[in-house]
């Protein structure tokens, strides 16, 4: 069994949580993985992404173009500029909602996102559009988009873990106060599904 899966999103949506949760699953089953991570700019609203490689015979953490299973996107616009990574048969998990870039704010043009969950649709096969704020005001916080799209991940099939293995290393990972709300987000997937 082998995965390849990329994350991307801005910073402070949690990407590099959920891809650490997805790692210490994959080491819990003793499943080899590999990871790394860009994430320079993640405080003030930049590009993050994730490559998360696990599975046999894997010498390097990096996604090759066209051999991603699954991108989990946390942002419209950095989810279409990851595309080129997905396999011919991948699945993408998006999230609706566009963080709008300081670029666009400052040059006064507008981005609403909605362009490129369509240019999504016409590209991607097997694709899932999570409408996050909805899903979040649904479970109470809007700090668990990376909880709800990994839900939706979990849901789909794509990924070799049940809710209950994310939890168990959630436990470890995620401070006591919020875990029963992030346990919640993770069960709560299917609630944002467009």
Request: charged share 20%; with cysteine.
């Amino acid at each position: 069994m082998n995965k390849n899966i990329l994350l991307c999103g801005v910073g402070g949506q949690g990407t590099v949580l959920a891809s650490k949760l997805l790692a210490a699953a994959a080491m819990e089953k003793n499943i080899p993985v590999m990871s790394a991570e860009t994430i320079g700019m993640a405080q003030k609203g930049g590009s993050v992404f994730s490559h998360l490689r696990m599975g046999d015979d894997i010498h390097t953490p990096m996604i090759g173009k066209n051999s991603a299973d699954v991108i989990i996107g946390f942002e419209p616009a950095e989810t279409v500029r990851m595309l080129p990574y997905l396999a011919g048969n991948g699945c993408v998990i998006v999230n609706s909602d566009p963080v709008i870039p300081v670029t666009s704010v400052l040059k006064m043009s507008s981005y609403d996102g909605a362009e490129m969950i369509a240019y999504l649709k016409r590209q991607v096969k097997n694709l899932i559009v999570i409408d996050g704020s909805a899903a979040c005001l649904k479970v109470g916080s809007p700090k668990v988009l990376n909880m709800i799209l990994l839900g939706a991940a979990l849901e789909s099939g794509v990924l070799p873990f049940t809710a209950e293995e994310i939890k168990y290393v959630m436990q470890k990972r995620v401070k006591p106060q919020f875990y029963e709300l992030n346990c919640r987000a993770l069960d709560s997937a299917g609630s944002g599904k467009e």
